[in-house]
């Protein structure tokens, strides 16, 4: 999509929580651009258990992705934005780390870490020229939402003031806003896009 609209692209794979996958790409990005101006830490997975029942992995893996790839990817392009004065990191959070939610101990433990690290590196960059916002979304209509029976769907929606799901490109136009110029004067902050859920 960025090719169609005349843009330039190139895909890396990576293990988020590797430092070292994380340090190659930011390199390879350099190497092609010279500078990067715009990251956005968005890798997520979740490995939902009540606590009692979590397993050690369970708990390392969610936190591994969601909170140390936060870290990585950060460190890796931070030095070149410094130099460059300029710079938008975006990171996604989510709503259940402001709330909590039974089973998510891990997941919600992971998101809760991202808004504090935003809001740490936010002050360390911000004489830099640098930005640090977050995006914490609520339910968002995906396959996983689409999986689940029509009743708990349904019960989703009914906690939800707007009375529906969010959309992809309802999370994308708040990163969007935020990584743009318009957003210079926003710093250490966490956008809520959650049809209301959290107020």
């Given at each position: 999509?960025i090719?169609?609209?005349?843009?330039k692209?190139?895909v890396?794979?990576a293990?988020?929580?590797?430092m070292?996958?994380?340090?190659e790409v930011?390199e390879a990005?350099?190497?092609?651009n010279e500078k990067?101006d715009h990251?956005?830490?968005?890798?997520?997975i979740?490995?939902?258990?009540l606590?009692?029942?979590?397993?050690?992995?369970e708990?390392d893996?969610?936190?591994?992705?969601?909170l140390k790839?936060v870290?990585?990817?950060?460190?890796a392009?931070?030095?070149?934005?410094?130099n460059?004065?300029?710079?938008?990191?975006?990171n996604?959070?989510?709503?259940?780390?402001?709330?909590?939610?039974v089973?998510?101990?891990n997941?919600?433990?992971?998101?809760a870490?991202?808004?504090?690290?935003?809001?740490s590196l936010a002050?360390?960059v911000?004489?830099?020229?640098?930005?640090?916002n977050?995006?914490?979304?609520?339910y968002?209509?995906?396959?996983?939402?689409?999986n689940?029976?029509e009743?708990?769907q349904?019960?989703?929606?009914?906690?939800i003031?707007v009375?529906?799901?969010?959309t992809?490109?309802e999370?994308?136009?708040?990163?969007?806003?935020?990584?743009s110029d318009?957003?210079a004067?926003?710093t250490?902050?966490?956008?809520?896009v959650?049809?209301?859920?959290?107020m």
């Amino acid at each position: 999509k960025i090719r169609e609209n005349k843009g330039k692209a190139a895909v890396f794979a990576a293990d988020v929580s590797r430092m070292d996958e994380a340090m190659e790409v930011a390199e390879a990005v350099v190497k092609s651009n010279e500078k990067i101006d715009h990251l956005v830490n968005n890798a997520g997975i979740t490995r939902d258990n009540l606590l009692m029942r979590m397993k050690e992995e369970e708990w390392d893996s969610v936190l591994n992705v969601n909170l140390k790839g936060v870290f990585n990817f950060s460190k890796a392009v931070i030095r070149n934005m410094i130099n460059s004065r300029y710079g938008r990191i975006v990171n996604i959070s989510s709503i259940v780390g402001l709330m909590g939610n039974v089973g998510q101990c891990n997941y919600s433990a992971s998101k809760a870490g991202v808004i504090g690290f935003t809001k740490s590196l936010a002050r360390e960059v911000a004489s830099r020229g640098i930005t640090v916002n977050a995006v914490a979304p609520g339910y968002i209509a995906s396959p996983m939402t689409e999986n689940l029976p029509e009743s708990v769907q349904q019960k989703f929606r009914d906690w939800i003031p707007v009375k529906r799901f969010g959309t992809p490109e309802e999370i994308t136009h708040a990163v969007k806003f935020l990584l743009s110029d318009e957003a210079a004067y926003i710093t250490g902050q966490v956008i809520n896009v959650n049809g209301g859920m959290l107020m």
